[in-house]
């Protein structure tokens, strides 16, 4: 995907528990952040893509937007329901349909653990009555089976989770605002082996919003983030996957995430050496040091050293989850993939605060990626840059 498409705008609410709002609510209220972050209005929309997982239709949002009666689809592809809303908004831009076009996701999720059905998802109920629907067990199992297959310890999850918590102790819209040492967290509840409480992310709540332009409308825009390159892709046979935990022939495992990082990638021309700062899928400490060599960032057991030496903290070499990630902000299943989007435009923006990485002599970031990935093996990237 070539570069004639720019975010001109970001928006997004905070995150975490909040009484008395509904999911429409944090959708309206980052949609209304982004529009002014562009310096735009409703009736500038051209045509719009947005979803949640549970939080109703994101079409019906027109009712409190505006009824200009654009063209607005409905998106729901799991984790990567912001990313494909995003690329849906980028290919209107890209074929001519339009100039300007909106992507917003959006959740609110009870307290607790997912809850998904099996027949859903195309499977039988036995599935469930196994116990093969609940994640927490799957992301135990492999990461496990991924520890020991490279010889990465335990401490490591803990030290994940760790600069998860402090760097959304630096974020405003975090939802967990208190850093947790690596101590405690190894110490917590055991939910699934290796995994404990603190290692997850909870389902949560929030909403966010990117505004995209094409060429001639962003050349006017000095805040203006290029889409380098972006991309979707489901799992392929062989993979190793949320509510699909088994290996399928022979080798290593196939991952719907290196394939879509590596396309977004090739469609910036761009290598993973060049990024500056970057969001990872972190639904648990775990998958985060898998996405690692996953996306291209390290080999399989280089994480162990990298984490350590504090290569993917703030001022390290390779920032990771600035905004605390999935882990410090829950995830709203609609949000979560345009959280990061809005994470690496205000990176690249210089506009991060205390939370800002630096770039020798104190220079911003110049390019960031985003990766997402959810059930039942879909994943979506992008490349974004200066």
Same mark, same amino acid.
């Given at each position: 995907?070539?570069?004639?498409?720019?975010?001109? /705008?970001?928006?997004?609410?905070?995150?975490? &528990?909040?009484? #008395?709002?509904?999911? *429409?609510? +944090? @959708? =309206?209220? %980052?949609?209304?952040?982004?529009?002014?972050?562009?310096?735009?209005?409703?009736?500038?929309?051209?045509?719009?893509?947005?979803?949640?997982?549970?939080?109703?239709?994101?079409?019906?949002?027109?009712?409190?937007?505006?009824?200009?009666?654009?063209?607005?689809?409905?998106?729901?592809?799991?984790?990567?329901?912001?990313?494909?809303?995003?690329?849906?908004?980028?290919?209107?831009?890209?074929?001519?349909?339009?100039?300007?076009?909106?992507?917003?996701?959006?959740?609110?999720?009870?307290?607790?653990?997912?809850?998904?059905?099996?027949?859903?998802?195309?499977?039988?109920?036995?599935?469930?009555?196994?116990?093969?629907?609940?994640?927490?067990?799957?992301? /135990?199992?492999?990461?496990?089976?991924?520890? &020991?297959?490279? #010889?990465?310890?335990? *401490?490591? +999850? @803990? =030290?994940? %989770?760790?600069?998860?918590?402090?760097?959304?102790?630096?974020?405003?819209?975090?939802?967990?605002?208190?850093?947790?040492?690596?101590?405690?967290?190894?110490?917590?509840?055991?939910?699934?082996?290796?995994?404990?409480?603190?290692?997850?992310?909870?389902?949560?709540?929030?909403?966010?919003?990117?505004?995209?332009?094409?060429?001639?409308?962003?050349?006017?825009?000095?805040?203006?983030?290029?889409?380098?390159?972006?991309?979707?892709?489901?799992?392929?046979?062989?993979?190793?996957?949320?509510?699909?935990?088994?290996?399928?022939?022979?080798?290593?495992?196939?991952?719907?995430?290196?394939?879509?990082?590596?396309?977004?990638?090739?469609?910036?021309?761009?290598?993973?050496?060049?990024?500056?700062?970057?969001?990872?899928?972190?639904?648990?400490?775990?998958?985060?040091?898998?996405?690692?060599?996953?996306?291209?960032?390290?080999?399989?057991?280089?994480?162990?050293?990298?984490?350590?030496?504090?290569?993917?903290?703030?001022?390290?070499?390779?920032?990771?989850?600035?905004?605390?990630?999935?882990?410090?902000?829950?995830?709203?299943?609609?949000?979560?993939?345009?959280?990061?989007?809005?994470?690496?435009?205000?990176?690249?923006?210089?506009?991060?605060?205390?939370?800002?990485?630096?770039?020798?002599?104190?220079?911003?970031?110049?390019?960031?990626?985003?990766?997402?990935?959810?059930?039942?093996?879909?994943?979506?990237?992008?490349?974004?840059?200066?």
């Amino acid at each position: 995907m070539s570069g004639d498409v720019s975010i001109i /705008g970001a928006g997004l609410s905070k995150f975490g &528990r909040q009484p #008395g709002r509904t999911g *429409r609510d +944090l @959708a =309206l209220e %980052a949609i209304a952040a982004a529009l002014a972050d562009a310096g735009l209005a409703w009736p500038d929309v051209q045509v719009a893509f947005g979803g949640s997982d549970g939080s109703g239709l994101a079409d019906t949002l027109v009712a409190d937007l505006g009824l200009t009666g654009i063209p607005f689809t409905n998106v729901k592809n799991g984790c990567a329901t912001g990313g494909s809303a995003l690329m849906s908004a980028m290919n209107a831009i890209r074929s001519g349909a339009a100039e300007i076009a909106l992507a917003v996701g959006f959740d609110k999720h009870p307290r607790g653990a997912f809850d998904p059905r099996p027949e859903d998802w195309g499977l039988p109920a036995a599935y469930g009555e196994a116990g093969l629907m609940v994640t927490t067990q799957f992301f /135990g199992i492999k990461i496990a089976r991924y520890l &020991r297959e490279h #010889g990465i310890s335990e *401490r490591t +999850l @803990a =030290l994940v %989770a760790e600069k998860a918590y402090r760097n959304g102790s630096l974020n405003p819209n975090a939802w967990r605002r208190e850093p947790i040492s690596a101590d405690e967290i190894a110490a917590a509840d055991m939910v699934n082996d290796p995994l404990t409480r603190f290692m997850f992310c909870s389902p949560g709540e929030g909403g966010a919003a990117i505004v995209l332009a094409s060429e001639s409308v962003a050349a006017g825009n000095g805040r203006a983030v290029r889409v380098l390159g972006a991309a979707t892709r489901t799992r392929r046979f062989g993979s190793f996957e949320v509510f699909s935990p088994s290996i399928q022939g022979s080798g290593r495992p196939s991952s719907v995430s290196s394939d879509a990082a590596a396309a977004a990638f090739a469609a910036a021309g761009v290598t993973p050496d060049e990024v500056d700062v970057a969001q990872l899928q972190d639904t648990e400490s775990g998958a985060e040091i898998m996405h690692l060599a996953e996306c291209g960032f390290c080999k399989d057991g280089e994480q162990e050293a990298m984490i350590a030496a504090g290569e993917t903290e703030i001022g390290g070499r390779l920032p990771v989850n600035t905004d605390g990630g999935c882990i410090a902000n829950g995830e709203p299943i609609g949000a979560s993939g345009l959280r990061q989007v809005h994470e690496i435009v205000t990176q690249l923006r210089g506009e991060a605060g205390d939370r800002q990485v630096r770039r020798g002599h104190s220079a911003d970031p110049r390019v960031g990626f985003t990766h997402v990935y959810g059930a039942p093996g879909i994943s979506a990237c992008t490349v974004l840059a200066v």
